[in-house]
């Protein structure tokens, strides 16, 4: 009897060990992603990016990998240069979004404010405070994985362009210091997974003026849909 006590007590006291830190760990991610969105105002970054399809059951997933930079400044000012393996940018000027296509030389324009919540940029250079996050997502700390800090995001409004996206920041031993961008995962509205994972990222760099703004190539397509 002595024996069973003791073997419920040492389990019962795993248990509630278990859960304090795994309260603690979501209390930590959620004030993680509050003092990056503070505290970091523009960002620089390589960056590597995995799409994955859904998988089927006659079919395994694809996956497809590209690479290149990124950089973004709040309010609403993004670009993405993919280098490999073809040459795309994506640039967010506050009012439009372009995207320039070099293998077909032809740029789309589209308003930014119909096309931004569906970008992961979006949870990056748009928000300033959890607060205002929380007005369009729904945040759930998980655990600690892969050294990072984890929040999934879930929109209140379902449009059908985005499930969750999940972001992973990096802790900083500097405690005045924001943690780090890692990893973006997002999942669109057919169920396709893409993973991006920044490299060499830099808090609050000074950007050029010219950085967010988009010059048509000459002799590019441009189309406005």
């Known amino acids: 009897m002595i024996s069973l006590c003791r073997f419920i007590a040492v389990a019962c006291l795993a248990w509630l060990t278990a859960t304090l830190a795994l309260a603690q760990s979501s ?9 990056f969105l503070k505290q970091t ?5 390589q960056f590597t990016q995995v799409v994955t399809s859904p998988a089927k059951a006659d079919q395994a997933p694809r996956r497809k990998t590209s690479s290149g930079t ?24 506050g009012q439009s ?23 992961p940029a979006a949870f990056v250079a748009s928000s300033g405070d959890l607060k205002s996050l929380q ?10 994985a892969e050294g990072l800090q984890w929040v999934k995001a879930t929109p209140k409004q379902a ?26 995962e997002i999942v669109d509205g057919l169920g396709q997974t893409s993973r ?28 406005r849909p």
Do not use: C
Request: charge should be neutral; glycine fraction near 4%; proline fraction near 7%.
């Open 196 to 223: 991006l994972s920044f490299q060499n990222f830099e808090v609050n760099p000074k950007l050029p003026n010219d950085t967010f703004q988009f010059k048509t190539p000459a002799g590019a397509q441009v189309i």
């Open 70 to 93: 990124f950089e973004f400044q709040k309010p609403q000012q993004f670009r993405f240069a993919y280098q490999k393996p073809f040459v795309q940018t994506m640039v967010s000027d």
């Open 135 to 144: 007005a369009e997502f729904n945040l759930k700390a998980e655990p600690e």
């Open 159 to 184: 449009d059908g362009a985005l499930q969750s996206l999940r972001v992973g920041l990096k802790p900083v031993a500097n405690s005045t210091t924001p943690p780090v961008l890692s990893v973006l």
């Open 97 to 119: 979004l372009w995207l320039y296509d070099a293998d077909l030389n032809q740029v789309t324009v589209r308003k930014q404010s119909q096309l931004l919540g569906q970008t």
């Open 41 to 45: 105002h523009s960002g620089r970054a």
């Open 27 to 35: 209390a930590d991610s959620l004030d993680a992603l509050s003092q």
